[in-house]
Each structure stands twice: as C-alpha cells, then as structure tokens.
C-alpha cells in the first residue's frame, strides 16, 4: 500500500536510505532537492539519526548549513539522546559547531550535553559566546 506521497513503505526507506546517504557523504545539492520534493527535513534513520546530525558527525558545515536554512531542528537528539552538536566536537568538526552554535543549538540537553563533550575534548572555546 502506499503513503500519502505514493510510495510504497519499502520505497520511502530506500528514499530515506540515499537522502542519509547524501547527509553523511555532505551532497549538499541532492539532498536540498530532495527535500525540497517533500522529503521531511527532520527524517530519521532507523537509530534516529536526522540527516542533520548525519552531516554534522561527518563534518559537513554547507550541508548543516543548508539543512538548517530548510528548518532542520538543530536540537533532535538520536535514540542514543546524543544531539548533533555534540557528535560534531566528539568528531572535532569545529566549524559544524560554529554553525549550530550559531543557529542556537541546546547546549545542555543530550547525553553527553555539548558542554560536556566539549570540556571532555577540550573545545569549550568553542562554545563561549
């Protein structure tokens, strides 16, 4: 049967599959028209992983960019509660987190919270205002 978009359930997650696929590997462009097609900006893989916190753990400051100017939720944490901004200072991609800090990502919400990953990893100057 299929959704109210047409697609089959096995259709949408291969749809899902290459939009997070797009996130990780930072194809920006692709992944604008596919949201821009009606993709849900805020979609999540099966651990719950937003393309958002996808391009962020890789390092992707113009794909968090341009996800964010979409109206990605900066603050969507995983099922493991671990919010985008503090998989970017654990993978010590410094200008992903200039960008949600920027954006006004939650510091103090997920396990670990951003502060703590960044006392932990030594980049709390990268959070002072």
């Known amino acids: 049967m299929a959704n109210r978009d047409g697609l ?8 899902l599959a290459i939009a997070a696929d797009l996130a990780r590997t930072g194809r920006t462009g692709e992944l604008e028209e596919f949201v821009e097609h009606g993709l849900p900006v805020d979609a ?18 113009d794909t968090v960019r341009a996800l964010l100017r979409l109206g ?3 603050d969507l944490r995983n099922d493991r509660d ?6 970017a200072l654990f993978k010590g991609a410094d200008e992903v987190v200039a960008v949600l800090y920027a954006a006004g990502a ?19 100057h990268l959070l002072a205002g």
């Open 8 to 15: 089959t359930p096995e259709q949408a997650r291969r749809v």
């Open 82 to 87: 671990q919010a985008p901004i503090a998989g």
């Open 72 to 74: 990605a939720d900066p």
């Open 44 to 61: 999540a893989d099966t651990a719950g992983n937003t393309l958002l916190m996808l391009a962020a753990y890789h390092g992707h400051a």
């Open 106 to 124: 939650d510091l103090n919400r997920g396990t670990p919270t951003a502060r703590a990953a960044a006392a932990l990893f030594g980049r709390t």
